[in-house]
T-cell receptor, first 114, second 113 residues
């Protein structure tokens, strides 16, 4: 276990549904990330939060809405998704300010949009 | 935009053979990281290289960072079935902080016992 948990592990939703992905890190880190991993594509950075402040939004469509209530929790709110949004969504955390920039990934949420 | 390219995309070897994956960036990197993702798993950090020409070893794995800090390689000696997985390199976004990474597409390694 890496100290980063994600729920749910699997999610199937229709295009009109609203759902949320949850991530929690137990490592005391100050930076958290959402990544999208699709087949045959590189891991794509979606959002970065540093000390609860969003510091990166990588041109992500507004149907994805992140929320970071504190440095340990990160949410990704989903609404009116498209089938091409089906992917593995990975949360990661790291400690900004150290010499090593190692990121710790959670197990991911496998999302299928019907 | 900045790109990080990896080759080969796939590599199948017999157990005991060596394996190498190469990573090239379109821009100079302040550091490069390597991750491994087992089938059905999530990326796990392997190592970070920072200095030009740096070489680091972890048992059968050897990591190199190019002199120009635009390329890197991972070499596995005498592969084992436990080495199966996808190996990713990642570097910081150009002009961005070191923790905002651009990942390569990865090299999927399969090992025939």
């Amino acid at each position: 276990e890496t100290g980063v948990t994600q729920t749910p592990r699997h999610l199937v939703m229709g295009m009109t549904n609203k759902k949320s992905l949850k991530c929690e890190q137990h490592l005391g880190h100050n930076a958290m990330y959402w990544y999208k991993q699709s087949a045959k594509k590189p891991l794509e950075l979606m959002f970065v939060y540093n000390f609860k402040e969003q510091t990166e939004n990588n041109s992500v469509p507004s149907r994805f809405s992140p929320e970071c209530p504190n440095s340990s929790h990160l949410f990704l709110h989903l609404h009116t998704l498209q089938p091409e949004d089906s992917a593995l969504y990975l949360c990661a955390s790291s400690q900004e300010g150290l010499a090593d920039y190692e990121q710790f990934f959670g197990p991911g949420t496998r999302l299928t949009v019907l | 935009g900045q790109q990080v390219m990896q080759i080969p995309q796939y590599q199948h070897v017999q157990e005991g053979e060596d394996f190498t994956t190469y990573c090239n960036s379109s821009t100079t990197l302040s550091n490069i990281q390597w991750y491994k993702q087992r089938p059905g798993g999530h990326p796990v950090f392997l190592i970070q290289l920072v200095k030009s020409g740096e070489v680091k070893k972890q048992k059968r794995l050897t990591f190199q960072f190019g002199e120009a800090k635009k390329n890197s390689s991972l070499h596995i000696t005498a592969t084992q079935t436990t080495d199966v997985g996808t190996y990713f390199c990642a570097g910081p976004l150009s002009g961005g902080s070191n923790y905002k990474l651009t990942f390569g597409k990865g090299t999927l390694l399969t090992v025939n016992p």
